[in-house]
């Protein structure tokens, strides 16, 4: 997987696709969770949530780095 | 610890020690958290884009400034639509730069139109939506002045500029939060529960007449304020979190609810005076126990209002249950006044019983919603209608051509000079135009505004040239400056400083001139200052001189408009008028009553106004409604929208004349649709229109003929008011 996308003569690094696109992935996971009552169980949501959108960040980032 | 003499009964003079450690506690512990937070995600976003070698850290460091709000979802919400505004004003620039690079005039010109444009949208919408237009505003001129001087560059400026901004609300964001983080979810639960209670309390005390005029016009100001401010919670909270996002429909049909019922309460109130005045006893006499079974099933005598949603059940079901049983116990009421009551009584019970029956509706809808909060999962029963703004486009357009006029008076300048820090004048002059658009006082804004940049640019000038120099590193750094940063945060958490906090923030951070090579020369420094200094005097110059924006003409515009609400019930598209319209309404309200002049009694002449306007609007509707039927005679049909278009008249401009064809039309009309509903011919549920349709022009008739109504619809609009307040500005 290349590092850098060309688009149009501009290089965006492909950790930016990969961010909006795990930004997008926790926003469903965060309101399906948020829908089914889960976020009462937890002590800290938002912290949840951010250690959440790290790990599918780091995980996806980490695929197309390896 | 008791320093007092009398410890178990202190007075409100002199606290004690516990009271005034608890009361420090409250309010100044949450303040200095927020200080501390906002110091460290801007510290924090600074050494990021140190390690990362942006163009401009100093950027990064004044977005946290810039989006650094006390609550988590008011961050999340103002970070989002500077994101937007910063993308649109990129866009922007690229197509000026990409047109007009090669004549700096036309560059200019266009340039001024496109702020124009954004600032007659700022002007447009409310909260942080209108941010997006600003930023939108001057993104471009951030980006698109430098670039105009070097078009090869302005892809890389935009870049930076744009990875700037968002490692800054990030920052922001994740410290707002993570670090101790206070949720808007929170108070906007307390302001639903408090909202609720309050209002049950005030309609059972109207019901049981315990409530004098007075108190009935305190808790309407009181409830246009909260519908506003509402709303404006519940857009930001979106962003928080799922809780809020899962519960937005149904919290926008709460806040309907709220509005509607508080309408149908006063005009029930009104109708109940007007009765009162007349000398309609027995009418009174046989609605009295209706009222009092509903305040009854509200809140029993010496009950317990309910302090959750999930409370409210039990309260939902007695609502409900009365509701079904109103019809029959309102047809019982009325025989006892058709045996020994005139036509003029009967049709005097038939309004009032009607509005009781539209009152019951609404509190049982609205306490439906306020039920369904308590549910996690479910959906709203039915759809919720969007929050209606009132937008006025003259007050817009003319912001807009303020903006534009500013800027090109800048640029000229500008070119006519070959001032070197012309761009950030020129920058500083458009932020500040947008900025303030929909401001009730700009130019009070604006000089508070100023007064933090004369401060920021002194404070900035002892960081930059006596503290940072013999540091060294970013820990020094940091440490240099956060006694300056520290102040500015602390500003802005105390609502009357808090514009000039923003000032010295923003100067602050523009001045201070963090680079990745440093450099120690006074003389740009001074030079941006005191451009960014002119760029405001000109946006004052501008908001004072250019069509002002808070002269009398212009309020007497909006009062005004106030009374044309009604030929929006006149003439707007019947799908979802009502709510249009009341809505529009009232939001016109809240924005003429945050300027009023209270001492001089404005408020209380804009809310007379209001609720005649608001009831006027209602019964038009219902005759809209009952002219629609389709069994209705072309004639009748006829007759009906004629006394629409008289009334129409008469709330365009209120002259005695127009006033006389509208009783005129509305007795026509009445005759009509008395025909109508002898005639027979028609069922049940279009027999319920035409009688709702009767009862409101018997309602209009009522508003016509009370001189009262028609004096505070047509008198000239508040002469005293507005010159007493133009000279507090004046001051």
Redesign the interface.
């Known amino acids: 997987m290349p590092r850098e996308i060309d688009l149009l003569g501009?290089y965006m690094p492909t950790l930016l696709p990969v961010f909006i696109l795990a930004f997008a992935l926790q926003w469903l996971i965060?309101?399906l969770?948020?829908?089914?009552?889960f976020?009462?169980h937890v002590w800290?949501?938002?912290?949840f949530?951010?250690s959440l959108f790290v790990c599918l960040f780091g995980a996806m980032g980490l695929a197309f780095y390896r | 610890m008791s320093a007092t003499p009398l410890p178990a009964k202190p007075t409100a003079s002199t606290p004690t020690w516990g009271e005034a450690w608890r009361d420090w506690l409250g309010s100044e512990v949450p303040a200095w958290i927020f200080v501390a937070k906002t110091i460290f995600a801007a510290l924090l976003a600074l050494w990021i884009a140190f390690r990362l070698g942006f163009d401009s850290p100093r950027s990064s460091m004044l977005t946290v400034f810039i989006v650094a709000q006390p609550q988590?979802g008011l961050v999340l919400a103002k970070s989002f639509y500077r994101i937007i505004g910063t993308m649109a004003g990129c866009l922007a620039t690229f197509v000026l730069v990409g047109l007009f690079a090669q004549q700096r005039e036309l560059f200019l010109a266009a340039m001024a139109v496109w702020v124009g444009l954004c600032t007659t949208g700022a002007a447009l919408y409310r909260n942080f939506r209108a941010y997006a237009f600003v930023l939108a505003g001057y993104t471009a001129c951030l980006i698109g002045f430098p670039s105009a001087l070097h078009p090869e560059t302005v892809?890389n400026t935009a870049?930076s500029r744009v990875s700037e901004v968002m490692l800054g609300i990030l920052c922001a964001g994740?410290v707002a939060?993570?670090v101790l983080?206070r949720a808007l979810g929170a108070s906007l639960v307390a302001m639903v529960r408090g909202s609720y209670r309050e209002f049950l309390g005030f309609v059972t005390g109207a019901l049981r007449g315990h409530l004098d005029h007075d108190a009935m016009e305190r808790s309407h100001d009181h409830f246009v304020a909260n519908v506003i401010a509402f709303e404006a919670q519940r857009d930001a909270a979106y962003f928080e979190?799922?809780?809020a996002?899962?519960r937005s429909d149904r919290l926008r049909l709460l806040n309907a609810g709220y509005m509607s019922s508080a309408t149908s309460v006063h005009m029930l109130h009104q109708m109940m005076q007007r009765l009162r005045r007349l000398g309609r006893h027995r009418v009174l006499d046989q609605l009295a126990p209706l009222y009092q079974a509903l305040a009854t099933e509200l809140i029993p005598e010496e009950g317990l209002m309910p302090a959750t949603a999930a409370e409210a059940a039990p309260l939902a079901r007695r609502i409900a249950v009365f509701r079904a049983q109103l019809p029959q116990r309102i047809a019982a009421a009325r025989r006892a006044v058709e045996n020994d009551g005139d036509k003029a009584e009967l049709l005097d019970f038939d309004s009032a019983a009607d509005l009781l029956l539209r009152f019951t509706e609404e509190m049982d809808e609205y306490t439906t919603s306020y039920v369904a909060l308590s549910h996690?999962?479910t959906r709203a029963h039915r759809r919720a209608p969007s929050y209606v703004a009132h937008t006025d486009w003259i007050t817009a357009l003319l912001s807009g051509v303020r903006a534009t006029v500013a800027l090109l008076s800048v640029s000229a300048f500008w070119i006519a000079s070959a001032w070197p820090s012309g761009a950030g004048a020129a920058t500083i002059a458009c932020v500040f135009c947008c900025l303030f658009a929909a401001a009730p006082s700009p130019v009070l804004a604006v000089r508070g505004l100023s007064v933090g940049f004369i401060w920021g640019l002194l404070a900035a000038f002892v960081c930059a040239f006596v503290v940072l120099p013999p540091l060294d590193g970013f820990p020094l750094l940091a440490a240099g400056m956060t006694p300056f940063i520290m102040v500015g945060i602390k500003l802005l958490t105390n609502p009357r400083t808090a514009g000039i906090g923003a000032g010295y923030n923003i100067m602050f951070g523009n001045i201070i001139g963090v680079e990745n090579i440093t450099r120690f020369n006074p003389l740009p420094v001074l030079n941006d200052g005191f451009a960014s200094l002119l760029g405001a005097g000109v946006a004052a110059l501008v908001f004072a001189l250019l069509v002002p924006a808070e002269t009398r003409r212009l309020r007497l515009h909006m009062v005004r408009s106030l009374r044309r609400r009604v030929l929006l019930a006149c003439f707007g598209g019947m799908s979802g008028l009502r709510h249009r319209f009341e809505n529009s309404t009232r939001d016109l309200l809240g924005q003429l009553l945050a300027g009023a002049d209270r001492a001089a009694g404005e408020d209380r002449r804009l809310l007379a106004r209001a609720l005649s306007v608001l009831e006027a609007g209602h019964a038009i509707i219902d005759l809209r409604e009952a002219a629609a039927l389709g069994t209705l005679a072309v004639g009748s049909r006829a007759a009906l929208h004629a006394s629409v278009r008289a009334l129409a008249r008469l709330f365009a401009k209120p002259t005695q004349q127009r006033r006389e064809q509208a009783l005129e039309g509305v007795a026509r009309a009445t005759g009509r649709i008395e025909a109508a509903l002898e005639a027979g011919e028609v069922d049940a549920a279009e027999r319920a229109a035409l009688k709702r349709g009767r009862v409101g022009l018997h309602l209009l008739r009522t508003l016509l003929l009370d001189d009262e109504t028609f004096a505070s619809l047509s008198a000239v609009e508040n002469p005293a008011a507005t010159t007493a307040s133009g000279a507090t500005h004046a001051a």
């Open positions: 501009f965060d309101s969770l948020g829908r089914l009552g976020y009462t800290h949501p938002s912290l949530r951010f | 988590t892809f870049v994740v939060d993570l983080p979190s799922p809780d996002r899962v996690p999962g």
